[in-house]
């Protein structure tokens, strides 16, 4: 396998959620076409949890301090986010089941 | 900051979901009270997101063959799951953001 990385973004709103889907869905279009990108997984209920998968840490970088990523960074910091973690993994083991 | 290691579950369900939920809750609990064992994240929409923390690759195999959950593996692979895939991650980095 080759390695790679997953970044889990955890987090929990604020009551205040306008612009917010809007946004989520521009950053996740504007992440699929950074260099380096690999997959994208989002679902959220009490808690969102959205999860993006790159080919190096490098690659992370580069993303995280894209100026519009930036940008909405600092909108989530000021509006949306009342809590958030940030976790940076290497994809050590995968393994997948698919119903025939 | 002490390594760690997370398992991504992400999952598309069938159109069966009875008994689903019971197990997914039960399993939870199960997990909770296992040696090693951090913290669990959960979210569903189209695509279900668990991510469960660990201290080591150790607790998570015996996790991982634990006769109970062996029993709920099957039954979500006969009944529950359409796909998933499952990537066993080591956690390089972690920051956070809390609200004032």
Known sequence: MKSYYAVIFTNKQTVNVEGYSEM????EELARKQSGFIDFEHAREELGITISYWESLE?????????????????????????YKVRICKVEKEYEFKRD
Request: proline share 0%; charged share 30%.
């Open 24 to 27: 989520a869905q521009s950053m």
């Open 59 to 83: 690659a992370i970088s580069k993303w995280k301090s894209d100026l519009k990523h930036l940008d909405a960074q600092e909108q989530g910091k000021d509006i949306w986010y009342q809590w």
